[in-house]
């Protein structure tokens, strides 16, 4: 399964970012390869719709999890939608996160 974890910078130190939509990337994190790589956030820096746009992009990495900060009320319909699952977790470090889904 491939997770995707919203994170504030390309690396395994980095921080979960509080954002969905606007999170600098995201950091995929597979469960059968246990490798995790890293995408920047195409949503970013869109005027509008940064969250439904974010949640096409990780649907199209074959995700079926999300973990994020928080999710906007417009993102929690797509991912239902598209059955992924999401979980709301706090901010700290993304080998932290990822250590606890093994």
């Known amino acids: 399964m491939k997770i995707a974890i919203t994170s504030e910078g390309d690396h395994l130190q980095a921080l979960v970012d509080a954002r969905f939509g606007r999170c600098a990337f995201f950091a995929v994190y ?36 999300v973990l994020s900060g928080e999710f906007g009320t417009k993102v929690v319909p797509l991912l239902q939608e598209l059955n992924i699952d999401r979980q709301q977790i706090q901010p700290e470090r993304l080998d932290k996160v990822i250590a606890n889904l093994k």
């Open 30 to 65: 597979d469960t059968e390869t246990q490798q995790t790589t890293f995408h920047a956030n195409p949503a970013k820096e869109l005027a509008h719709g940064a969250g439904p746009a974010a949640v096409q992009f990780v649907a199209r990495l074959g995700v079926s999890r």
